[in-house]
């Protein structure tokens, strides 16, 4: 078992993100190379000062444009959507992992045999006219079905049946604008390879040995414990959990940390024991500021988060206004080794300003020059980001 104390555990996390010290990332392969390292990042549509996924990038990767991701998923083709911790944007290379997901579409499918007339629909729309949205076709009916793949169900028969063809990988998402999602057929865009592969891990056991290993890499230190971070693996329970666990430790593809302080134990992925030895070595690495995406693959475990940092961060978009202790759409912000508050930050993009509505400091954070000059660079690179000029910041607590 290694041992950390909490400083490295901190390091450890930050520098396997690429958020402490030198970006590890940069340009549009940085995006692609950080992707497939966590092997998904969530997608959320709402867009105040950049969409999750947009957000989550900028913060490691140097250079960053929203159009990068936009290229990948709908160019390149490198990435692709796909439900996997919720709405996430995944590497298209693990497309046969998510077969049985797919299978069970089809199954449910079969329960709703009034869909195969309006499939057909979509299907000539889509031969003759191309890609289309919800909008671009009114079927007959008040059909009205949920997914059986993720939490977005339809509400009318075009949206419907749309989504359906897209849990069982008939449809992908060719493009979206705005919020809209445009389809098309999977087979015009993922090779045939990918697109027929049999699904790679059949056994349950060791499908869930996938996910769990995946996860963990995607966050960097996990515990043995119900977590939103293992959000989405159907069928995996805790008794499940504690025999993937047992296996991956016995297989030696994950590593028992203990760190001071913490009563339970946290596992690593093996591959990362050189970041373990680097951060054994006490390093001095360059402190930045970062705006942290509210769906951060880092704070997918909020409890690990405030057991380390010691920072307690609840997104409050779905909390009603009176009962928000923040604001509607607060980002964390990283500063060096440290969560040092949350900001509310709101894209003005036609007046071309970036308005930094509110900053709250932890209780223990004193906004020194040095963080304020931090904090200047970072919404500066910020509104940049989001297409703004300039940045205002209106008050700070």
Known sequence: MIQLTNRQARQFLLLKHGLLGDYRYAGKQGVLDFVRQVGCIQYDPIDVCGKNAELVLQSRVEGFTKSMLAELLYQDRSLVDYPDKNLAVIPVEDWPYFERYRQAARQHAERYPEMEPLAEQVRAHIRNHGPLSSDD?????????????????????????????????????????????????????????????????????????????????????????????????????????????????????????????????LYCRSEDLP??????????????????????????????????????????????????????????????????????????RQAGTLVVRNI??????????????????CFQHFALFNGCEKFSIASAN
């Open 137 to 265: 076709l009114k079927l007959d009916g008040n059909f009205a079905w949920h997914s059986a793949i993720h939490w977005s169900g339809g509400t009318n028969s075009s949206r419907s049946v749309l989504e359906q063809m897209y849990s069982t990988g008939e449809l992908i998402i060719h493009r979206k604008k705005g919020t809209r999602k445009y389809y098309d057929f999977a087979e015009k865009y993922i090779s045939q390879d990918l697109l027929n592969a049999p699904e790679p891990l059949k056994d349950e056991l060791e499908h869930h040995k996938w996910r769990v290993l995946r996860r963990i890499g995607a966050v960097g230190l996990l515990w043995n414990r119900a977590s939103d971070a293992w959000l989405n693996i159907w069928g995996l329970k805790a008794g499940e959990r504690n025999e993937v666990f047992r296996r991956l430790s016995q297989e030696a593809r994950i590593v028992a940390v203990a760190v001071e302080r913490l009563k339970e134990i």
């Open 275 to 348: 970041l373990i030895e680097t951060v054994l070595q006490n390093p001095e690495p360059d402190w930045r500021c970062e705006l942290i995406a509210p769906l951060d693959n880092l704070i997918w475990d909020r409890k690990l988060i405030n057991a380390l940092f010691g920072f307690d961060y609840t997104w409050e978009i779905y909390t009603p206004a009176i009962k928000r202790k923040f604001g509607y759409y607060t980002l964390p912000l990283l500063y060096g080794e440290s969560f040092v508050g949350r900001a509310e930050v709101i894209a003005e």
């Open 360 to 377: 709250w400091y932890e209780n223990d954070i004193k906004p020194t020059k040095q963080l304020r000059t931090a904090l200047n660079h």
